[in-house]
């Protein structure tokens, strides 16, 4: 597995996402043996950017992890995010400093590490200067008990103001051939000031991967059968983007994942893709993404795809990014 850089930190091109496998996606949680083999096969594979936060379950994701890399910690890049749980009993995202500081001790505890490697506020908490907020993870750092910071769907200004107090190592925002939102601002603010892009669902919640052709096979708790790209007739005019997808990894011998994942990598270094699964045969499969090479002309076909039909979260969630 190649490696890329999120500011100064050297993490495989691809990672995997944890997250669904204790929360939101169909059968999720069911089978805890299944993916601490998957975790434990992921770091075999190089894999080794690894993914999730203290909302997921929420905690329960985060002790699935920490049971999965026991006596393999030094081996991982271990990312999580907090803010989406307050402790101090403020309602609504809580990114204050007295949040942070008992946040991250349940991630440590949870985790069973001495530090985070990478730790993001998982949403810009509207009520609390960004300022206030990265000064808190400063002092985590100072403490040793974080590497290095990030933040998730966050606007360019954000990111320049956390950036101006520390050194902002990563932004986690949802980025694929159906969501090109950070291309506007994000991603060139980005690379302007060295930090890293993780792009979160690089598979659009799994729809790129050409299996999802209608909603039968989805549990009835699956948070997709309520995504507008997956509802009405929005899911049936974005198919014609997978289909689409299809077409090139007939063409370069791959399947449409690994299309979706290599067009990703295609766009530059400091992009690191985080993949969810919880199954060995789809890690593989993601994995071997890095070694696929996409043409020019399959590059721009991509690029030319009609952007997705349907906003990409529920009105209440889209309130909360970009900000």
Do not use: C
């Not at 905690?59 to 699935?64: G, P, R, V």
């Not at 989406?84 to 001790?105: E, F, K, M, Q």
Request: negative net charge.
């Amino acid at each position: 597995m190649q490696s890329t850089s999120l500011g100064r930190l050297d993490v495989p091109r691809i990672g995997l996402g944890v997250m669904g496998m204790s929360a939101f996606y169909t059968g999720a949680g069911r089978d805890e043996a299944e993916s601490i083999r998957t975790i434990r096969r992921a770091v075999d594979l190089g894999v080794t950017h690894l993914d999730t936060a203290e909302v997921y379950g929420p905690y329960t994701n985060e002790e699935l992890l920490g049971r999965a890399i026991k006596g393999r910690r030094d081996e991982v890049v271990l990312a999580t995010k907090f803010g989406l749980v307050s402790h101090t009993g403020r309602p609504g995202p809580d990114s204050t400093p007295a949040n942070i500081h008992t946040a991250v001790d349940g991630s440590l505890r949870r985790l069973g590490t001495d530090r985070i490697d990478l730790y993001y506020q998982h949403r810009v908490d509207p009520n609390t200067p960004v300022e206030e907020t990265v000064g808190a993870l400063s002092e985590l750092v100072e403490a040793g008990k974080v590497l290095y910071i990030g933040l998730s769907e966050a606007a360019a200004a954000t990111v320049r103001r956390a950036h101006a107090v520390h050194p902002v190592a990563a932004v986690q925002s949802e980025y694929s051939l159906w969501t090109r939102d950070p291309e506007a601002e994000v991603l060139p603010t980005l690379r302007e000031l060295g930090i890293g892009l993780v792009p979160y669902a690089p598979l659009g919640h799994g729809f790129l991967a050409g299996d999802i052709r209608t909603l039968d096979g989805l549990d009835a708790a699956d948070w997709r059968r309520s995504n507008p790209r997956f509802t009405g007739d929005n899911l049936t005019r974005n198919l014609r983007i997978v289909d689409q997808v299809r077409e090139v990894a007939d063409e370069v011998g791959a399947t449409p994942a690994q299309v979706a994942l290599a067009w990703l990598l295609a766009q530059g270094d400091g992009i690191a893709p985080i993949p969810g699964t919880t199954r060995i045969d789809r890690l593989k499969e993601n994995s071997a993404a890095d070694g696929i090479r996409l043409t020019p002309g399959h590059i721009a076909r991509l690029n030319n795809l009609t952007p997705a039909s349907g906003e990409r979260h529920a009105e209440p969630d889209m309130a909360a990014v970009d900000q």
